[in-house]
């Protein structure tokens, strides 16, 4: 399972997430691959993103059972908690420093 | 502008979603997005990359846009008729490794080699050896008889009166309900495996079994899973009042195709069996050398990268 997320992103890359996964909502992109894929989507999503922010989560051996990377300025942002990887939620003001 | 995204490259099959059926609506591209719109104006996006082909029905309207994408991601358009019967094909631009077509032409015109390719497909649908000392008629001939058996116990087996295989393409609505059924399902193993036989570089007319058809090599692959997938599933929905059986039917296959993981073993299988013809594989170098080289793809063998 993978799902990937786009926010603010230009049309032809939610185009080109729409070649192989399913818009299930607006930027919402959900499907079913492997390493190698996976790898290739969000490189497709690196290059297209521009000034967009976008997150990825698949389905790993990881305790939680999940992994996930993020790209692009988001108030969420992910955090090291004691070994797990937690989302930490910044303040507005320093979201706007961020860059949003 | 900033710089244009990555090309696009083919998955592999064993990725995929089997087969996907669309009617009546015009196929296009939006925002480089295989898209179909239907009379009302609604747009459905369709993963096109992830799908191992595309079964065009009766209405479908397809845009040179949306040909070019399904040809850049490697899937297969078949162009079927009403439930099933096959008109035309294209989409995926098959023969790009010369080597692998050297090699199993080499492999069809060499009697020996030919014979025994043939008996591994035979060892692969029978699950047992086949008879000493046949030719490729008589194992023919043995193969036939069996069928008719094999089908005549599955129709037992569901409580469907059976007959013989037998249809009219100029008269689709005479056939009865079994073989209406029998049709939609073969159907999409053909639109499968001619999907595999392409991606694994292999040229679909070039038969062992089969031969002088533009897909006869697509009919002796699909014949080996025949029995096992799409066979059963004809006959269950055929021994059972369903309203629209050819839905019914592909729908069942799909669903078989997943249970006995068909696409992830189809190509490997292709491979085993042609390795039994016992002729060296070519080596590649030297054989598909081209002017310039070409990127490294994440699909099969037989996609352009």
Redesign the interface.
Same mark, same amino acid.
């Given at each position: 399972m993978l799902v990937i997320v786009l926010e603010n992103a230009p049309?032809? @890359?939610?185009?080109?997430?729409? =070649?192989? @996964? @399913?818009?299930i909502r607006a930027g919402v992109y959900v499907?079913a %691959?492997?390493r190698? =894929?996976r790898d %290739?989507l969000w490189?497709?999503v690196e290059?297209?993103l521009?000034d967009g922010n976008a997150v990825m989560a698949w389905q790993a051996a990881a305790e939680a059972g999940f992994d996930f990377v993020t790209l692009g300025a988001n108030r969420r942002v992910p955090a090291e908690f004691d070994g797990a990887k937690l989302v930490s939620f910044l303040p507005p003001a320093v979201s706007e420093e961020a860059g949003e | 502008m900033s710089q244009p995204l990555p090309p696009l490259k083919p998955l592999p099959i064993k990725e995929r979603l089997s087969v996907l059926f669309v009617e009546r609506c015009q196929l296009d591209v939006l925002d480089g997005a295989f898209v179909a719109v239907d009379a009302t104006g609604v747009r459905t996006h369709i993963p096109v990359g992830g799908v191992a082909c595309l079964m065009l029905e009766p209405g479908v309207r397809v845009s040179h846009a949306a040909c070019k994408l399904a040809a850049q991601v490697g899937t297969l358009l078949v162009w079927v008729g009403e439930a099933g019967v096959r008109l035309y094909s294209a989409g995926q631009p098959g023969g790009a490794r010369a080597d692998r077509l050297l090699y199993q032409a080499r492999l069809a015109l060499d009697e020996d080699a030919r014979l025994k390719v043939v008996r591994e497909m035979y060892r692969r649908r029978f699950g047992e050896e086949p008879p000493q000392k046949r030719s490729v008629e008589q194992l023919r001939g043995i193969e036939g008889a069996r069928v008719r058996a094999m089908y005549q116990q599955l129709a037992q087996q569901y409580g469907v009166k059976w007959q013989a295989r037998n249809y009219d393409r100029e008269d689709w609505d005479q056939a009865d309900i079994p073989n209406r059924c029998l049709s939609a399902a073969t159907a999409c193993l053909y639109g499968v495996t001619e999907a595999a036989v392409l991606a694994a570089g292999y040229a679909p007319a070039i038969g062992f079994i089969h031969s002088g058809k533009p897909l006869s090599f697509v009919y002796d692959v699909a014949d080996v899973y025949k029995f096992e997938t799409v066979v059963p599933v004809a006959f269950a929905v055929a021994g059972k009042p369903v309203h629209n059986v050819e839905r019914e039917v592909r729908q069942r296959c799909r669903d078989m195709f997943r249970k006995t993981r068909l696409l992830e073993r189809i190509i490997p299988d292709i491979e085993t069996m042609l390795d039994a013809g016992g002729l060296d594989r070519p080596e590649a170098q030297g054989v598909v050398d081209a002017a310039f080289p070409e990127d490294e793809g994440l699909g099969d063998v037989g996609h352009r990268a």
């Open positions: 049309p032809r @890359l939610r185009g080109r997430m729409a =070649i192989w @996964l @399913l818009e499907g %691959y492997n190698k =894929i %290739y490189q497709q290059e297209g521009e | -």
